[in-house]
């Protein structure tokens, strides 16, 4: 009986995600990471780690390389593989630390719950190196729990070991030391000072002298730390622009992790337990200032994936909170609906690699030049024709002009994707679009430079979401819907919204579809 509380979520685990690897780079930084694992060998790693743009991943890098010499299996099998296998450790550890500190009942819904939240299927089930992390995370955490309970040195070692694992992976788990340092408390124990000390010295030594053998040099490891120093929410436009989004972040990045319905049962419980229990208070207030710190710092690829980690004290609080199991159900087929629409989008690949596909077989005959955005790039860089890539830069749309100019002059066909005309709104992150909410189609920057030129709309895919224009030099008055605001549903695919079926947006948009509220005037 009591293996069931494990087994059955182990279970779970594996008919939810076995059938739904996907071997495959599907979000923005897993392109990067399938090129260097087909390049990485034992004698080039640091100088392909170096040439990456994600060296502070380090220890994840080193893994890929460890697995390529051990399994004859291609890089993107090794990738995955590495996500799905974390999951399952994150599973088994986090069922043993709740089961341990609380009973195996609260683990098993614990469980449940974590299964159940959208993003935690996405890492598992993909390339990514936050499956990975969280375990290491997780594990550290573990560890320390049980070395201080205990008073075991040697599970003390063992957890710095894992934090410095984590960290090697991504430098912002060192804001989790608040947290490592309120579970040594009191500190006033002179036991629980000399644990920390040990902990401290050995991560620390750990994490800086393997970083300088496997990178050479002071200069390189200086680099790895700073590189990405300023990805964190723009102070641009003053300060009360800068705390809605903050805000902002927060509530979809929790959203998007725990789905709409999710976060909101979650917050309930949140401010009751809070309210009803001053001991959980700290640990309150700890983990807030940790998760709203991780949910400011920008990334492409499954925007919110760094606080992750969220959905550790989600599922643990919701399984302290609802202790009927039929309540459990409930609240996890609500939280499942975000999560089925993942797994029902898994069975195909993603919008751009039809993108990719039109384009190859769009006039093979025909010299192409292509322009596209940001996200949409990888797949075409692959190819030798001529590509334009629309990104936040300072004279970029000039230079989109001299691009057209020039292939319009030798007679290139070229042709311009949807994603290139709205950006950067309404961006595919993956099979859906960026969750950071838009109301608009397209730039300023990007609608001048279109006035200029004749498109006519050549491809359209809708039951794909590709769309793609030729652009031609004939001036003629352009009547696309995208040159007009706000956001016209031609060619806006509501289904392409990872929170579409969410039993909350569901409602909201059934209403606002009932309701005609321009009868009410302005």
Same mark, same amino acid.
């Given at each position: 009986?009591? #293996?069931?509380?494990?087994?059955?979520?182990?279970?779970?685990?594996?008919?939810?995600?076995?059938?739904? *690897?996907? $071997?495959?780079? /599907?979000?923005?930084?897993?392109?990067?990471?399938?090129? &260097?694992?087909?390049? +990485?060998?034992?004698?080039?790693?640091?100088?392909?780690?170096?040439?990456?743009?994600?060296?502070?991943? =380090?220890?994840?890098?080193?893994?890929?390389?460890?697995?390529?010499?051990?399994?004859?299996?291609?890089?993107?099998?090794?990738?995955?593989?590495?996500?799905?296998?974390?999951?399952?450790?994150? +599973?088994?550890i986090f069922y043993l630390w709740i089961s341990r500190a609380d009973n195996r009942k609260t683990g098993f819904r614990a469980l449940l719950y974590l299964?159940?939240?959208?993003?935690?299927?996405?890492? =598992?089930?993909?390339?990514?190196?936050?499956?990975a992390l969280l375990f290491f995370q997780l594990f550290a955490l573990y560890l320390l729990w049980r070395g201080a309970r205990m008073k075991k040195i040697?599970?003390?070692?063992?957890?710095?070991?894992?934090?410095?694992? $984590? !960290?090697?992976?991504?430098? @912002?788990?060192?804001?989790?030391?608040?947290?490592?340092?309120?579970?040594?408390?009191?500190?006033?124990?002179?036991?629980?000072?000399?644990?920390?000390?040990?902990?401290?010295?050995?991560?620390? &030594?750990?994490?800086? &002298?393997?970083?300088?053998?496997?990178? @050479?040099?002071?200069?390189?490891?200086?680099?790895?730390? *700073?590189?990405?120093?300023?990805?964190? =929410?723009?102070?641009?436009?003053?300060?009360?622009?800068?705390?809605?989004?903050?805000?902002?972040?927060?509530?979809?990045?929790?959203?998007?992790?725990?789905? %709409?319905?999710?976060?909101?049962?979650?917050?309930? $419980?949140?401010?009751?337990?809070?309210?009803?229990?001053?001991?959980?208070?700290?640990?309150?207030?700890?983990?807030?200032?940790?998760?709203?710190?991780?949910?400011?710092?920008?990334?492409?690829?499954?925007?919110? #994936?760094?606080?992750?980690?969220? /959905?550790?004290?989600?599922?643990?609080?919701?399984?302290?909170?609802?202790?009927?199991?039929?309540?459990?159900?409930?609240?996890?087929?609500?939280?499942?609906?975000?999560?089925?629409?993942?797994?029902?989008?898994?069975?195909?690949?993603?919008?751009?690699?039809?993108?990719?596909?039109? %384009?190859?077989?769009?006039?093979?005959?025909?010299?192409?030049?292509?322009? !596209?955005?940001?996200?949409?790039?990888?797949?075409?860089?692959?190819?030798?024709?001529?590509?334009? +890539?629309? #990104?936040?830069?300072?004279?970029?749309?000039?230079?989109?002009?001299?691009?057209?100019?020039?292939?319009?002059?030798?007679?290139?066909?070229?042709?311009?994707?949807?994603?290139?005309?709205?950006?950067?709104?309404?961006?595919?992150?993956?099979?859906?679009?960026?969750?950071?909410?838009?109301?608009?189609?397209?730039?300023?920057?990007?609608?001048?430079?279109?006035?200029?030129?004749?498109?006519?709309?050549?491809? %359209?895919?809708?039951?794909?979401? %590709?769309?793609?224009?030729?652009?031609?030099?004939?001036?003629?008055?352009?009547?696309?819907?995208? *040159?007009?605001?706000?956001?016209?549903?031609?060619?806006?695919?509501?289904?392409?919204?990872?929170?579409?079926?969410?039993?909350?947006?569901?409602?909201?948009?059934?209403?606002?579809?009932?309701?005609?509220?321009?009868?009410?005037?302005?």
């Open positions: 009986m009591k #293996r069931i509380y494990l087994g059955i979520p182990v279970l779970v685990y594996f008919i939810s995600r076995l059938f739904y *690897l996907r $071997a495959y780079p /599907v979000y923005y930084d897993s392109f990067e990471y399938t090129d &260097f694992t087909q390049k +990485v060998t034992l004698s080039n790693f640091r100088q392909v780690l170096l040439s990456t743009h994600q060296p502070i991943h =380090t220890f994840y890098l080193l893994s890929i390389l460890w697995i390529k010499q051990l399994l004859n299996i291609s890089p993107e099998l090794i990738l995955v593989l590495i996500s799905f296998l974390s999951g399952l450790g994150i +599973v088994i299964l159940a939240f959208p993003y935690f299927f996405v890492v =598992t089930t993909n390339i990514f190196y936050e499956s040697a599970l003390i070692i063992l957890s710095a070991t894992a934090f410095f694992c $984590a !960290t090697s992976i991504f430098i @912002g788990t060192l804001i989790l030391f608040p947290l490592i340092i309120y579970m040594f408390h009191p500190l006033k124990n002179k036991k629980n000072i000399r644990y920390l000390l040990i902990f401290s010295l050995i991560f620390i &030594f750990l994490l800086f &002298f393997s970083d300088l053998m496997i990178l @050479g040099n002071l200069n390189n490891l200086v680099n790895k730390y *700073l590189s990405h120093a300023s990805d964190f =929410t723009s102070k641009e436009g003053g300060w009360f622009l800068f705390v809605l989004r903050v805000v902002r972040n927060i509530f979809i990045q929790a959203a998007a992790n725990l789905s %709409v319905s999710g976060a909101l049962i979650f917050s309930g $419980a949140l401010i009751y337990n809070f309210r009803k229990n001053k001991e959980i208070r700290p640990a309150v207030y700890i983990l807030a200032v940790i998760l709203v710190i991780l949910m400011q710092y920008w990334h492409a690829g499954l925007y919110g #994936r760094l606080a992750l980690f969220i /959905v550790l004290p989600a599922a643990y609080l919701l399984a302290k909170t609802f202790k009927s199991l039929l309540k459990t159900l409930l609240i996890v087929l609500l939280i499942s609906a975000t999560t089925f629409h993942y797994i029902r989008a898994a069975g195909n690949k993603p919008p751009i690699y039809k993108y990719a596909d039109t %384009v190859n077989n769009y006039q093979p005959d025909q010299e192409l030049a292509v322009v !596209t955005s940001d996200y949409n790039r990888f797949l075409y860089e692959r190819e030798s024709r001529p590509l334009f +890539v629309i #990104r936040d830069r300072p004279g970029i749309y000039e230079d989109l002009r001299v691009f057209i100019d020039n292939n319009l002059n030798k007679n290139y066909r070229v042709l311009i994707d949807l994603p290139a005309i709205s950006y950067p709104y309404l961006q595919f992150d993956g099979d859906f679009y960026h969750v950071l909410p838009s109301n608009k189609t397209i730039s300023e920057g990007m609608q001048a430079i279109l006035q200029n030129y004749q498109l006519e709309d050549v491809v %359209v895919l809708e039951k794909q979401a %590709v769309v793609f224009y030729v652009i031609s030099k004939n001036r003629k008055r352009n009547e696309l819907f995208l *040159l007009k605001q706000p956001v016209n549903k031609s060619y806006y695919f509501p289904e392409r919204n990872a929170f579409y079926y969410d039993p909350v947006i569901f409602i909201i948009n059934s209403l606002r579809r009932l309701i005609d509220f321009n009868k009410f005037g302005r």
